[in-house]
């Protein structure tokens, strides 16, 4: 499955600490992590098909709490796209890796802890691959 984003569209990233990465902290509210690569890479790539991101991840949430928001943190913004990771907070500490297909792939060569160091946040390493995966679903 494709994703096409045209000209002027609005991508929702939402979800747990993984796509929050801090981004209160952030200058422009993407955080630190994959949205924010996703972003900078799209740009880089779509001169052409400029597109507005945003990101309502909150650490520690978990899919209830996501359900209580949605309306609010998602439904509101009117987003054309909206891309959701969350539920480590559901299933436990230590479980990123484990859990994803991807991850257990590339840990193969490395070790979990190269892509989550403490087996659930992603490294910088981790978000890269995080954001790979993101685009390569997207047109």
């Given at each position: 499955?494709?994703?096409?984003?045209?000209?002027?569209?609005?991508?929702?990233?939402?979800?747990?600490?993984i796509?929050?990465?801090?981004r209160?902290?952030?200058?422009?509210?993407?955080?630190f992590?994959?949205?924010l690569?996703?972003?900078?890479?799209?740009?880089?790539r779509?001169?052409?098909?400029?597109?507005?991101?945003?990101?309502?991840g909150?650490a520690?949430?978990?899919?209830?709490?996501?359900?209580?928001?949605?309306?609010?943190?998602v439904?509101?913004?009117?987003?054309?796209?909206?891309?959701?990771?969350v539920?480590?907070n559901?299933?436990?500490?230590?479980?990123?890796?484990?859990?994803?297909?991807?991850?257990?792939?590339?840990?193969?060569?490395?070790?979990?802890?190269?892509?989550?160091?403490d087996?659930?946040?992603?490294?910088?390493?981790?978000?890269?691959?995080?954001?790979?995966?993101?685009?390569?679903?997207?047109?």
């Amino acid at each position: 499955m494709t994703i096409t984003l045209r000209p002027g569209s609005t991508v929702m990233f939402t979800g747990d600490s993984i796509t929050d990465s801090r981004r209160l902290e952030s200058e422009d509210g993407l955080g630190f992590g994959y949205p924010l690569r996703v972003a900078g890479e799209w740009g880089f790539r779509h001169l052409d098909r400029p597109v507005t991101w945003l990101n309502t991840g909150v650490a520690g949430h978990k899919v209830r709490d996501l359900e209580a928001r949605w309306q609010a943190d998602v439904l509101d913004a009117r987003p054309d796209v909206v891309s959701i990771l969350v539920g480590v907070n559901d299933m436990g500490w230590h479980t990123l890796v484990a859990a994803d297909g991807m991850f257990a792939e590339l840990a193969a060569a490395t070790g979990p802890e190269y892509w989550a160091a403490d087996g659930v946040h992603p490294t910088p390493a981790g978000h890269a691959a995080l954001a790979s995966a993101w685009l390569r679903l997207v047109a």
